[in-house]
Nanobody, 117 residues
Framework: QVQLVESGGGSVQAGGSLRLSCAAS????????MGWYRQAPGKEREWVAL????????YYADSVKGRFTISQDNARKALYLQMNTLKPEDTAGYFC??????????WGQGTQVTVSS
């Protein structure tokens, strides 16, 4: 069992920055990748950025490439998302996910990001 708790959301003006954090607790060995996803009102949840734990390979959705950076700490107990040059269309609830090699997945409760124009 893994618990994920996101923090760092808030309200910013367009062009601003935020850094999201996701703290993991419980059994974290066996995680294949961790990622950030977001969901805006009336829309489906979409992936934003992923990081594979073994080689730290990172992947980004085209909509955030060059603006967002995903990272993890050495012990893989925390996941971060540095968001720069925020746009109103980045407004959404942001969720942390842990995907295990055995197929199990866990989600955090989310943190809200609101970007005003």
């Amino acid at each position: 069992q893994v618990q994920l708790v996101e923090s760092g959301g808030g309200s910013v003006q367009a062009g601003g920055s935020l850094r999201l954090s996701c703290a993991a607790s419980g059994v974290t060995t066996g995680i294949e990748y961790m990622g950030w996803y977001r969901q805006a009102p009336g829309k489906e949840r979409e992936w934003v950025a992923l990081i594979y734990t073994r080689r730290s390979n990172t992947y980004y959705a085209d909509s955030v490439k060059g603006r967002f950076t995903i990272s993890q700490d050495n012990a893989r107990k925390a996941l971060y998302l540095q968001m720069n040059t925020l746009k109103p269309e980045d407004t959404a609830g942001y969720f942390c996910k842990a995907q295990f090699y055995n197929g199990a997945m866990y989600w955090g409760q989310g943190t809200q990001v609101t970007v005003s124009s």
